[in-house]
């Protein structure tokens, strides 16, 4: 929790907050840090004892079903749109509590709900939706509507289509048996007029005829016309790099290819190719404009993807590393990093900015930026002040704070959330014992103690200034804000607990039955404070309560000259004035007397406090 400095004063000393947490050995990690605690706010530009913010329940699907995906498309017109996912329903979301049921074709929520992810293509307004469980189909929201995702791939049996007609922007095509269904992805051919070849998602109106959308100048069609089902592909990640839109970990048509990566045409994410290689891998692609596929080059399945810059970096499950080298489809392909430097879990991996940070197998979180340049070293654990959390993660979801500077990593076997302060990561500041730890950690009172299926960053709905902002969902069907005001959620009815323990602190000489100590703070919230105290000589501990004092505005304030206030008495001029942030202390006595103690601070509360050091 802390710092602390001997001043002139023989015996006594200050503690001082800096550091985070540091789980390694508590009788040797700096003295600004904290052996244990939760629920404490790193800030990169103040050292000061502070309270994580709340979460702010921001709204609750209609039909309280289990949250796995929370989605946003925002246009280049600077429009925006959400898409809750709530067990086997898309809510079209405000970001508050309005919500249209948008619910695609076809769209399963499966055994244990489907994980839906999003990846914004920018050049046609459209999100580019997956299923991290591969239960489901490719879909596109165009912020309007859901629908699912072209592909242009064809599944290899034809079927002849002996009538083509088209009315009022509806074509209607009949053929002998077809066997499709409403919602399936079909793909028309041999047409003479133009505008009936293409793909379309179908209506079925019986066993030969079904129909699509189309715009319609001639009918009947012409020609030796085919139809072909579309193939079903589905994918676990998507992500947007030089103008296409790549898909990895594929099934087509049931079809397992956990391995294999499609890439779209150039600025064409409804064409795709899974039987042409890019020519670095052997194969021989028409153009460097063209779809194409690639395959992990250790053939594992593929289990984390980060656009980072100017390549692709994508794991392998019990694999490795690889980064996309080249500059279109004549010569893509994968450069590796060491052997086990894949990362685990399905979401993992994530770009931090100008870094990405992975959860890797062995539980380590490490930086790609330390495993380029020294390979597997401890240079790039991230995670060293942490061993005995970050051994309770095995699938954790990795998000970045843009805002805030911060990671979060939620699993359900921390019961709580994981919090890495970049800027602390990043200034490197110094303690006694080395680095000081960038790690804080977040629990709730809540009774999902943060267990979700989807968290990630998008810009605040209500925002007026567009801020960005972490939401995350619970199995009950609500959405939370990381970085809440206390509204509601964990920081409205509930309190906060926040608790930090120091290192053991030693050589004080602490020889007084009665120890007497003043805590400095900046008056913002009336809030009760309990320190205790573990004595090393007398093997029991001692507690104190005291209160921090609330400030005052101006406007509790009596002034002089003011009706029935004066100079002197009772009321006199400036009584109640105390501006928000001003410094005060308060004292304290603890009973107990050793050579060797540590220190708990705990704080239970709804309102911020700011304290800036303990004096003994």
Known sequence: MTNYRRPRIDGAFELLFGGGLNERDEFNISPEECATGQNFLLDGARFTLKPRPPQDLEGTAPNNGAITGILQLIKRD???????????????????????????????????????????????????????????????????????????????????????????????????????????????????????????????????????????????????????????????????????????????????????????????????????????????????????????????????????????????????????????????????????????????????????????????????????????????????WIPLSVKLMSNPIAVYDQDEQKIYFFDDGLEGVLVLDKTYWRLGRQGEAGPLSPWSFYTTGMANKFSTKCAVQLRDPLSVDKTKTVFWGDSAGNVYNMNGSGTAGDGGSQVITMERRTKVIGAMNIRDELTIGRMEYKRQNATTVELTWNWSDEFHSETVSFNLKESLGLGDANFWGEADRYWSGVDYWGAGSVPADQVATVGFSVPGKGSKFFMEIKISSRLDYDISKIFV
């Open 78 to 384: 600077d429009t925006f749109t959400q898409v809750l996912v709530a067990d086997d329903t898309w809510y079209d979301w405000d970001g508050a509590e309005a919500y249209s049921d948008v619910t695609p074709p076809l769209f399963t929520s499966g055994t244990d709900g489907a994980r839906m992810r999003g990846t914004v293509w920018a050049l046609d307004d459209l999100l580019i939706i997956t299923d991290l469980d591969k239960e489901n189909l490719l879909y596109k929201w165009d912020g309007t509507t859901a629908a699912r995702l072209k592909t242009n791939l064809a599944s290899g049996n034809p079927q002849a289509v002996t009538t083509a007609t088209c009315t009022g922007g509806t074509a209607t095509l009949a053929v002998s048996t077809h066997g499709y269904s409403t919602g399936d992805l079909v793909v028309v051919e041999g047409a003479n007029e133009a505008e009936y070849n293409g793909e379309f998602q179908i209506t079925v109106l019986d066993a030969g005829t079904f129909t699509y959308s189309m715009t319609c100048t001639t009918s009947p069609a012409t020609g030796s016309i085919t139809v072909d089902l579309g193939i079903e592909v589905k994918a676990k990640y998507s992500a947007v790099f030089n103008s296409r839109v790549w898909l990895f970990n594929i099934t087509a048509d049931g079809t397992e290819t956990p391995s294999m990566i499609l890439a779209s045409a150039f600025e064409d994410p409804e064409d795709y190719d899974n039987s042409t290689r890019g020519d670095a891998q052997g194969g021989t692609v028409g153009t460097s404009s063209d779809a194409f596929f690639l395959l992990a080059p250790d053939g594992r399945a593929i289990n984390g993807v980060a656009v980072f810059y100017n390549t692709i970096v994508i794991s392998t499950a019990e694999g490795k590393l690889f980064k996309l080298v080249g500059f279109d489809a004549t010569d893509y392909a994968f450069e590796e990093y060491y052997q086990g430097s894949s990362a685990a879990g399905e979401e993992g991996i994530i770009n931090v900015g100008d870094d990405v940070v992975f959860f890797r197998r062995g539980q380590t979180i490490e930086s790609l930026s330390s495993t380029s340049r020294f390979g597997d070293v401890e240079t790039d654990d991230l995670s060293l």
